[in-house]
C-alpha cells in the first residue's frame, strides 16, 4: 500500500536527502539492505541485454484506457532514466472471491479514485494485479514507456524512492497466506516483462517493507519473494514465462474471510 508523506519514517526522509537524488548511490545503499551483492546485480544486467536471448512476449495489460481511467488532476511527470527497483505491494484491500476481469476493472476505478482523493493526481503505482491474474496499467503512461524501455513515470507508491522505483499493487491482504495462484501468475508474467523491457536483474525486486516501515507487501506474502525473483530470472532466461506451482492456494476462497481488522487471529502460533 502506497503511503503519504505524513506518515514517512524519518528515516527514508534522511536516506533520500543524503542520496541527493543519484540513482547510482540508491544502488548502493540498498544492495546492502536487500542482501544483493552489487557485482552480481551488474553481471545479472549486463546479462538481460543480451541480444542474443529469446525474448518474452508482452503480456496483456488491461490500459487506462480500457478500464475507463479518469484523466489525471495534475501534469505526470515522465522520468527519463530506467527504474533501478520494482517494488510489490498488496493493497489490503479485500480479499475478493471474484477473479473476473469485471472486478479487476472496478478495482482500477477504486484505487485511482482514492489516491485521487489524497491529492495524488492519478493512481500512485504503476501497475496493478488483480486476484484472478488480471495485469492493469495504473499511473497513465506507465505502459507506453513500458514498451520503450527508457523511461518511466514518477508514481507515488514508497516514499523517498519514487524517483527510482516501479511500483507494483497486488490486489488483497497478504499477511496469513500468499497470493491466490491466479494472481502470482500474472505478477510473475508483468515482473519478468519489466526486468526484460528496463534490463532490471531480478535481484531488484523488492517488498514496500525493504525501504519503508510498513506490514506491505504481507507477512505471507514477502518471504516467497525469492521464489518470485528466481520465476523472473528463469522467464528472462528462457524467454518464455516460467511459473513455479503451488505459490498460493489454487482458488480465491482460501482467505476470502481474512481483513485488515481481524488477521491476527488467523496467524498460527
Ligand atoms: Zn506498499
Not at 528496463?198 to 506491505?216: E, F, M, N
Request: proline fraction near 6%; hydrophobic fraction near 30%.
Amino acid at each position: 500500500m502506497a503511503h503519504t508523506p505524513d506518515t514517512a519514517p524519518e528515516h527514508a526522509l534522511a536516506r533520500r536527502t543524503l542520496l541527493g537524488g543519484t540513482g547510482l548511490a540508491l544502488a548502493g545503499t540498498l544492495a546492502g539492505c536487500t542482501g544483493g551483492e552489487p557485482e552480481q546485480d551488474a553481471a545479472e544486467g549486463s546479462d538481460a541485454q543480451t541480444e542474443q536471448r529469446p525474448r518474452l512476449p508482452e503480456p496483456e495489460i488491461i490500459t487506462t484506457a480500457d478500464w475507463g481511467a479518469r484523466t489525471p488532476a495534475i501534469h505526470l511527470h515522465t522520468l527519463h532514466e530506467r527504474p533501478s527497483y520494482l517494488v510489490i505491494h498488496h493493497t489490503s484491500t479485500a480479499n475478493t472471491t471474484d477473479g473476473s476481469r469485471t472486478a479487476a476493472v472496478d478495482l482500477a476505478q477504486m484505487v485511482q479514485r482514492g489516491h485521487m482523493e489524497q491529492s495524488w493526481g492519478d493512481t500512485g503505482q504503476h501497475f496493478t494485479v488483480s486476484r484472478g491474474g488480471h495485469v492493469l496499467e495504473g499511473r497513465h503512461g506507465s505502459r507506453v514507456a513500458l514498451n520503450d524501455g527508457h523511461t518511466f513515470m514518477l508514481g507515488v507508491h514508497a516514499l523517498g524512492f519514487n524517483a527510482y522505483a516501479l511500483g507494483i499493487e497486488c490486489e488483497g491482504l497478504y499477511m496469513v497466506n500468499p497470493p491466490p495462484q491466479t494472481l502470482y501468475e500474472g505478477l510473475v508474467h508483468i515482473c519478468a516483462y519489466i526486468c526484460q523491457q528496463y534490463a532490471l536483474p531480478p535481484s531488484r525486486i523488492i517488498g514496500h517493507r525493504d525501504v519503508v516501515k510498513t506490514s506491505c507487501c504481507g507477512d505471507a506474502f514477502y518471504p516467497k519473494l525469492p521464489i518470485l525473483r528466481e520465476d523472473v530470472r528463469r522467464s528472462l532466461e528462457t524467454g518464455e514465462y516460467q511459473v513455479t506451482p503451488g505459490f498460493g492456494p489454487d482458488n480465491l476462497v482460501d482467505d476470502s474471510e481474512i481483513t485488515v481488522n481481524n488477521y491476527r487471529d488467523y496467524v498460527r502460533g
